[in-house]
């Protein structure tokens, strides 16, 4: 039986071996050649990895004619090269010229293959326009781009949320019956397992981890911090992840005045140990997150969830059940009101204990485990591929 030959292409190769390497891993081993391209820096490639990871030039903040050009030709290269069974695409870039790359590669080939994108969040391209026309117009150009390249029949996407899935079909980029819905990235549960002997509070551990970005709500985090060592009970706060210097986004905290409660931790390689020291998981985002890992991590080892009011915080959080969704007041987190609940975490520890049980409940229940995920991906990739 012939093997089949699935290629991947991602903007980010830290990003693909954290969070997406573990759905393709097992592949080779059930019959099928995987082949992936990422962009950014390779620190160094682990030996034990099922199937070849190469580089090519992504850039994954910026859009850049010349250099974008160039990436657009080296992937319908690649695949004129490799005529893969199924092309898979993920995050905003990829999925923008590898569509078309795919259809160019068909023209010159015949090989028409399954081409199918993964959207983790719209990001910035789709979440705020606004009134400004350079943004709209760059908005609509990508939808058009990005329909021309799924106008094949054979060709899907899937989302980490409902309301990311209707985005896409409501600006006309793919219809509705060629979208799926998956439950993020998925997270080993027997990984990230419950926590039983986490110490109690008072001694709260109040637990960001994740890119340090304005979006992504990390003043909002240290803001919430000052307030607690100002008024409120005794909590120590914990910030996991390291400033980009290429995103301009990014925030060097470092740079701050940082109150004596908060403690930065730099670049975590083991998440399983970290996020074992934390009750409270704190995300105060307001960017247009797909389904954030660090939640699912955090409800399969019983912590208390609190993030933003948005469609990808959502799917994680039942609101007073096993965490709590924070407002947004004038497209931003209301401090005020998240340092109120986490003030009562603090001071209600036996609540916390329930709350963190309930998350662990919530995350088996809704298929957040990482061989359900697997399985999805596995056939939504595979379906009517030749």
């Known amino acids: 039986m012939r093997r089949k030959k699935l290629v991947i292409f991602c903007n980010d190769y830290r990003y693909f071996l954290a969070h997406r390497y573990p759905m393709f891993e097992t592949l080779p081993e059930s019959g099928v050649d995987v082949v992936a391209w990422c962009g950014g820096a390779f620190p160094g490639i682990p030996p ?50 590898g569509g078309l790359a795919a259809r160019l590669a068909a023209l010159v080939t015949g ?77 080993d549960e027997d990984v ?10 008072p001694a709260l551990v109040v637990l960001y981890a994740g890119r340090l970005l304005r979006s992504k709500g990390i003043l909002s985090f240290v803001e919430i911090a000052r307030r607690m060592e100002r008024t409120g009970p005794d909590i120590r706060f914990l910030v996991a992840g390291t400033h980009d210097r290429d995103d301009p986004d990014s925030v060097d905290i470092t740079d701050l005045d940082m109150p004596r409660n908060l403690e930065v931790l730099g670049h975590v390689s083991h998440m399983p140990a970290l996020v074992k020291k934390a009750h409270v998981i704190l995300l105060p985002t307001i960017y247009a997150e797909g389904l954030p890992r660090v939640l699912l991590e955090g409800a399969a080892m019983n912590c208390v969830l609190v993030a933003s009011d948005i469609a990808g915080c959502r799917r994680t959080i039942i609101d007073g059940e096993n965490g709590y969704l924070l407002p947004l007041v004038d497209g931003d987190i209301d401090v005020a009101n998240a340092a109120e609940r986490i003030a009562f975490l603090a001071e209600n520890p036996d609540l916390v204990a329930e709350m963190g049980r309930r998350s662990r409940e919530h995350f088996l229940k809704n298929g957040f485990d990482i061989g359900a995920v697997r399985r999805q991906v596995h056939d939504i990739l595979f379906r009517d591929s030749r």
């Open 48 to 97: 034990c990895l099922t199937f070849p990871i190469r580089r090519y030039a992504c850039d994954r903040y910026r859009f850049r004619p010349l250099l974008d050009l160039l990436l657009f030709f080296q992937m319908a290269r690649t695949l004129i090269r490799e005529r893969p069974d199924v092309v898979h695409t993920i995050t905003i870039k990829p999925n923008l010229f």
């Open 192 to 201: 990230f397992h419950p926590v039983p002997d986490r110490p109690s509070p």
């Open 111 to 187: 090989n028409r293959p399954r081409l199918v994108m993964a959207s983790p969040g719209l990001g910035r391209v789709f979440s705020n326009a606004g009134n400004d026309a350079r943004a709209t117009m760059r908005r609509r150009l990508i939808a058009r781009m990005l329909r021309i390249g799924l106008s094949a029949q054979n060709s899907s996407v899937f989302f980490e949320n409902e309301d990311d899935r209707a985005v896409w079909v409501s600006e006309r980029i793919v219809p509705r019956e060629r979208t799926e819905v998956i439950a993020g990235t998925g997270v």
